[in-house]
């Protein structure tokens, strides 16, 4: 892969990795800030896309578009939703899906799929770059995770989500990231750290967690750029 795309929903789940990056420039497309550089020698493009699913599919978009990007990293933080899942914990894509899309409209109608599966050589290199970390976590975890345009604190929408999709974790752009890619035949991951439960206590945990865990998928990012 030539050049790498990474998108983060909010500052604080990049402001790692740009902080290490050789800026070459600057460029704002469509409200969102694109910087072109080098991240330990592969050529990067490094965005926060805002949150939700149309944000994260607007941004994808113009990062394929006008980037030229061989590949796509989805960095940020999720609730956890597997019964393995801890808090701080890696969440590593197998696969990405919609949960406040019907599965029936996934697969009728365009792009005919249920799921986005993730790319395997990225995935492999960020299995690899969870073992050469010494991120603030017990262990990863390859699964699906899904995505839908509402921050999941509740416990009966958690069951549901559980009931209908078997995930490993929740977010609001993974899926959304993972649809367009599919769409442009663009390898993708979507890697996320663990801030809460999903749960009653989701806030406060999210609160408690939130820059912990940002830092630990951009750590796993930066060790991915050194094995691919």
């Given at each position: 892969?030539?050049?790498?795309?990474i998108?983060?929903?909010?500052?604080i789940?990049?402001?790692?990795?740009l902080?290490?990056?050789e800026?070459q420039r600057?460029?704002?497309i469509a409200?969102?800030?694109?910087?072109?550089?080098?991240?330990?020698?592969?050529?990067v493009?490094i965005?926060?896309?805002g949150?939700?699913?149309?944000?994260?599919?607007?941004c994808?978009?113009?990062?394929?578009d006008r980037?030229g990007?061989?590949g796509?990293?989805n960095?940020?933080?999720?609730?956890?939703?597997?019964?393995d899942?801890?808090?701080?914990d890696?969440?590593i894509?197998?696969n990405v899906?919609?949960?406040?899309?019907r599965?029936?409209?996934?697969?009728?109608w365009?792009?005919?799929q249920?799921y986005?599966?993730?790319?395997?050589?990225l995935?492999?290199?960020?299995e690899k770059?969870?073992?050469n970390s010494?991120?603030?976590?017990s262990?990863y975890?390859?699964g699906r995770?899904?995505?839908?345009?509402?921050f999941v604190d509740d416990?009966?929408l958690?069951?549901q989500?559980?009931k209908?999709?078997?995930?490993?974790c929740?977010?609001?752009?993974?899926?959304?990231?993972?649809h367009?890619?599919h769409?442009?035949?663009?390898?993708?991951?979507?890697?996320r750290s663990?801030s809460?439960?999903?749960d009653?206590?989701?806030?406060?945990?999210?609160e408690?967690?939130?820059?912990?865990?940002a830092?630990?998928?951009a750590?796993i990012?930066m060790?991915?750029m050194k094995?691919?």
């Amino acid at each position: 892969m030539q050049r790498i795309g990474i998108i983060g929903a909010m500052n604080i789940e990049v402001e790692l990795l740009l902080g290490n990056i050789e800026l070459q420039r600057k460029e704002k497309i469509a409200g969102f800030v694109f910087y072109v550089g080098k991240l330990y020698g592969k050529d990067v493009v490094i965005t926060s896309c805002g949150i939700g699913k149309v944000n994260a599919a607007s941004c994808t978009q113009v990062l394929i578009d006008r980037f030229g990007i061989d590949g796509i990293i989805n960095t940020g933080i999720a609730g956890g939703l597997h019964k393995d899942v801890e808090v701080c914990d890696i969440v590593i894509s197998s696969n990405v899906t919609h949960h406040d899309v019907r599965k029936k409209q996934m697969k009728n109608w365009f792009p005919h799929q249920e799921y986005f599966e993730g790319d395997r050589e990225l995935i492999e290199a960020a299995e690899k770059a969870f073992e050469n970390s010494d991120v603030i976590t017990s262990s990863y975890h390859l699964g699906r995770i899904v995505s839908g345009e509402c921050f999941v604190d509740d416990t009966k929408l958690k069951e549901q989500i559980i009931k209908g999709y078997s995930p490993h974790c929740v977010e609001m752009e993974g899926s959304a990231i993972g649809h367009v890619s599919h769409i442009n035949d663009v390898p993708f991951v979507v890697i996320r750290s663990i801030s809460d439960k999903a749960d009653g206590k989701a806030t406060i945990s999210y609160e408690k967690f939130e820059k912990i865990t940002a830092q630990n998928s951009a750590t796993i990012v930066m060790n991915m750029m050194k094995i691919l």
